[in-house]
Protein backbone atom coordinates (compact mmCIF):
# COMPACT_ATOMS: atom_id res chain seq x y z
CA UNK A 1 0.00 0.00 0.00
CA UNK A 2 1.03 3.73 -0.55
CA UNK A 3 2.27 5.41 2.66
CA UNK A 4 4.14 7.91 3.59
CA UNK A 5 6.40 7.70 7.20
CA UNK A 6 7.74 11.29 8.85
CA UNK A 7 10.24 11.02 11.56
CA UNK A 8 12.87 12.92 13.10
CA UNK A 9 10.40 15.09 15.45
CA UNK A 10 11.34 15.30 19.17
CA UNK A 11 12.20 18.03 22.07
CA UNK A 12 14.61 20.53 21.30
CA UNK A 13 15.47 23.86 22.30
CA UNK A 14 14.92 27.51 20.94
CA UNK A 15 17.77 28.76 18.34
CA UNK A 16 18.24 24.54 17.89
CA UNK A 17 18.49 22.65 14.56
CA UNK A 18 16.38 19.69 13.61
CA UNK A 19 15.74 17.59 10.42
CA UNK A 20 12.42 16.18 9.81
CA UNK A 21 12.30 12.69 6.83
CA UNK A 22 9.49 11.76 4.71
CA UNK A 23 10.32 8.27 3.55
CA UNK A 24 7.88 7.04 0.76
CA UNK A 25 7.05 3.65 0.16
CA UNK A 26 4.43 1.71 -2.73
CA UNK A 27 5.08 4.34 -5.06
CA UNK A 28 7.61 6.98 -5.56
CA UNK A 29 8.70 10.54 -5.76
CA UNK A 30 9.02 10.78 -9.20
CA UNK A 31 6.88 13.47 -11.32
CA UNK A 32 5.30 14.57 -8.04
CA UNK A 33 5.50 17.30 -5.63
CA UNK A 34 6.45 16.74 -1.72
CA UNK A 35 4.99 19.33 1.09
CA UNK A 36 5.57 19.81 4.85
CA UNK A 37 2.68 21.01 6.92
CA UNK A 38 2.24 21.95 10.34
CA UNK A 39 -0.62 21.99 12.37
CA UNK A 40 -0.58 23.22 16.32
CA UNK A 41 -2.90 22.72 19.01
CA UNK A 42 -6.48 24.64 18.15
CA UNK A 43 -4.52 25.85 14.60
CA UNK A 44 -5.65 24.61 10.79
CA UNK A 45 -2.85 23.18 9.10
CA UNK A 46 -0.65 25.62 7.77
CA UNK A 47 1.90 24.24 4.83
CA UNK A 48 5.34 25.32 5.77
CA UNK A 49 7.02 24.11 2.05
CA UNK A 50 7.45 22.12 -0.56
CA UNK A 51 9.79 20.73 -3.24
CA UNK A 52 9.12 19.69 -6.84
CA UNK A 53 10.96 16.51 -8.11
CA UNK A 54 10.75 17.33 -11.29
CA UNK A 55 13.03 19.96 -11.04
CA UNK A 56 14.52 20.42 -7.50
CA UNK A 57 12.46 23.76 -7.21
CA UNK A 58 11.06 24.67 -4.30
CA UNK A 59 8.98 27.34 -2.32
CA UNK A 60 8.53 28.50 1.51
CA UNK A 61 5.73 29.96 3.72
CA UNK A 62 7.47 33.28 4.87
CA UNK A 63 7.09 32.21 8.64
CA UNK A 64 10.11 29.64 8.17
CA UNK A 65 11.25 31.29 4.90
CA UNK A 66 15.38 31.90 5.50
CA UNK A 67 15.13 29.00 8.72
CA UNK A 68 13.68 25.90 7.23
CA UNK A 69 15.36 24.27 4.01
CA UNK A 70 13.59 21.14 1.86
CA UNK A 71 15.63 18.88 0.19
CA UNK A 72 15.06 14.99 -1.17
CA UNK A 73 17.40 11.82 -1.79
CA UNK A 74 15.35 10.25 -4.34
CA UNK A 75 17.59 7.21 -4.31
CA UNK A 76 16.48 6.61 -1.08
CA UNK A 77 12.88 7.76 -2.04
CA UNK A 78 12.83 10.32 0.97
CA UNK A 79 12.33 14.50 1.44
CA UNK A 80 13.93 15.97 4.42
CA UNK A 81 12.98 19.33 6.18
CA UNK A 82 16.19 21.23 8.01
CA UNK A 83 14.84 23.16 10.25
CA UNK A 84 17.12 26.07 12.16
CA UNK A 85 17.01 28.72 14.57
CA UNK A 86 14.23 26.89 15.62
CA UNK A 87 11.37 29.14 18.06
CA UNK A 88 9.07 27.99 20.11
CA UNK A 89 6.10 29.20 17.55
CA UNK A 90 7.32 26.32 15.73
CA UNK A 91 6.00 23.64 17.84
CA UNK A 92 3.50 21.61 16.36
CA UNK A 93 2.62 18.39 14.70
CA UNK A 94 4.31 18.03 11.12
CA UNK A 95 2.97 15.96 8.27
CA UNK A 96 4.38 15.94 4.61
CA UNK A 97 2.26 14.92 2.00
CA UNK A 98 2.50 13.85 -1.96
CA UNK A 99 1.12 15.12 -4.94
CA UNK A 100 1.18 13.09 -8.08
CA UNK A 101 1.78 14.48 -11.70
CA UNK A 102 1.12 18.29 -10.04
CA UNK A 103 3.05 21.35 -8.72
CA UNK A 104 2.88 22.18 -5.26
CA UNK A 105 -0.90 22.43 -4.68
CA UNK A 106 -2.59 23.93 -1.10
CA UNK A 107 -4.04 21.10 0.05
CA UNK A 108 -4.63 18.64 -2.81
CA UNK A 109 -2.41 15.82 -1.85
CA UNK A 110 -3.09 12.29 -2.41
CA UNK A 111 -1.40 10.61 0.09
CA UNK A 112 -0.64 12.00 3.59
CA UNK A 113 1.99 10.85 6.48
CA UNK A 114 0.54 10.32 9.92
CA UNK A 115 3.03 13.09 11.11
CA UNK A 116 5.49 13.91 13.90
CA UNK A 117 5.85 15.92 16.58
CA UNK A 118 8.62 18.51 16.97
CA UNK A 119 8.27 20.65 20.60
CA UNK A 120 10.86 23.74 20.93
CA UNK A 121 11.64 25.01 24.48
CA UNK A 122 12.44 28.06 25.09
Do not use: H
Not at 10 to 18: C, D, K, N, T
Not at 40 to 61: F, H, L, N, Q, W
Not at 89 to 118: F, H
Amino acid sequence: EAQLVESGGGLVQAGGSLRLSCAASGFTFDDSAVGWFRQAPGKEREGISCIRSSDGSTVYADSVKGRFSISSDFAKNTVYLQMNSLKPEDTAVYYCGAALWRLCPLNDYDYWGLGTQVTVSS
